[in-house]
């Protein structure tokens, strides 16, 4: 148990530090529980909407702390994150656009670089007259072009 809390505070650094703060504040009287927000019940929870503000808290009670986490809450002013970023078709690792129709080549791997090499030959034709058509067999994947 004490590995599994140990690996908490390591990926979660600011969220244990909220924490601690948040509970020596109470200890020390500058923080006081307040009543439920939502319902006045007087056994709460203090919630963070911003781990860097360790102070700021909502209280809630159990089931509104529980229920808050499951919301799905609409933000506004959020920047859209750029598109990723596509590799050309011509700079696909696998030779697609060398290919002319009868070639193949094969790859040789696990079952789960079979299904990427497969989705990449599919998508690399789709909206195009390009087809290829694949095959795994134990070792690996043979990928044609057939039209």
């Known amino acids: 148990m004490k590995e599994l809390k140990r690996d908490w505070y390591e990926k979660n650094p600011l969220r244990h530090s909220a924490r601690e703060k948040y509970r020596g504040a109470l200890r020390s009287g500058l923080l006081v529980r307040q009543p439920c927000e939502v319902c006045g019940d007087e056994k709460v929870d203090g919630h963070h909407d911003d781990y860097t503000k360790p102070l700021e808290v909502r209280w809630l009670c159990r089931k ?9 809450r609409l933000e506004k002013g ?24 009868g070639d193949s080549f094969y790859v040789e791997g ?4 079979c299904a990427v090499v497969r989705t990449l ?7 195009s007259e390009i087809k290829f058509v694949t095959r795994r067999d134990e070792n690996g994947v043979r990928v044609w072009r057939v039209s």
């Open 78 to 101: 959020v920047a859209v994150y750029p598109p990723p970023i596509k590799k050309p078709k011509s700079e696909s690792k696998y030779p697609f656009a060398k290919m002319e129709v």
């Open 121 to 127: 030959a599919h998508r690399f034709a789709r909206g």
């Open 110 to 113: 696990d079952e789960r670089l």
């Open 64 to 72: 509104h702390h529980l229920e808050y986490h499951r919301m799905i």
